[in-house]
């Protein structure tokens, strides 16, 4: 079983729509969870960070952590032709964790 | 040059060919990794260096192998690979305390022939 598992798309919405991002996750010991972007030819970008559970908004993002049902969440709102990308959940252990699990990814396109 | 950079950005190799990948950072960072993406699939973790001191090695096959001689530069050193080894090799760093932030390069577009 993989360690983070990611819907695995792809996504297509029209510009202005909400995008609803999901991943959940098996092992119960993880504490941070991050949002990462992947531009075609790109390389990741972190988007957002969450420790525990809870929600983080940064602009038209919203990070949510379920870790009771471990599940993990990103919302993006009034999406732009710009937003469109590759999603990447990602989990770790702690602050000292360097090996972070990714899910597989999660293909959006925005139309304008 | 600012934040990661990767060279060369593609390569074709054949499965008897010696290269290498080089990453540099420019972020002072004290953490550096070498992710193996492939399509459809998690990036992989293949190796960690912090302070040059290589914490994880994932179960890499030999035929890999990391070189990191400060902790703005690191390299992986290919040979005799398979084909199945085709994919996009990305580089990542992260500050001391803060590995789940990490700054990756482009990546290197790998093909074996």
């Known amino acids: 079983q993989k360690e983070v598992e990611q819907d695995p798309g792809p996504l297509s919405v029209p510009e202005g729509a909400i995008v609803s991002l999901n991943c959940t996750y098996s092992n119960s010991a993880f504490q941070y969870f991050m949002w990462y972007r992947q531009y075609s030819r790109k390389g990741p970008e972190l988007l957002m960070y969450t420790y525990s559970s809870g929600n983080k908004e940064d602009g038209r993002f919203t990070a949510q952590v379920d870790k009771s049902s471990k599940y993990i969440s990103l919302f993006i709102r009034d999406s732009q032709p710009s937003d469109s990308a590759t999603y990447l959940c990602?989990?770790?252990?702690?602050?000292?964790?360097?090996?972070?699990?990714f899910g597989a990814g999660t293909t959006v396109t925005v139309r304008a | 040059e600012t934040g990661v950079t990767q060279t060369p950005r593609h390569l074709v190799m054949g499965m008897t060919n010696k290269k290498s990948l080089k990453c540099e950072q420019h972020l002072g960072h004290n953490a550096m990794y070498w992710y193996k993406q492939s399509a459809k699939k998690p990036l992989e973790l293949m190796f960690v260096?912090?302070?040059?001191?290589?914490?994880e090695n994932n179960s890499v096959p030999s035929r890999f192998s990391p070189e990191c001689p400060n902790s703005s530069h690191l390299f992986l050193h290919l040979h005799t690979l398979q084909p199945e080894d085709s994919a996009l090799y990305l580089c990542?760093?992260?500050?001391?305390?803060?590995?789940?932030?990490?700054?990756f390069g482009p990546g290197t577009r790998l093909t074996v022939t």
């Open positions: 990602a989990s770790s252990l702690s602050s000292n964790d360097y090996k972070l699990s």
């Open positions: 990542a760093s992260s500050q001391e305390g803060r590995p789940y932030e990490q700054y």
């Open positions: 260096y912090n302070f040059k001191e290589q914490t």
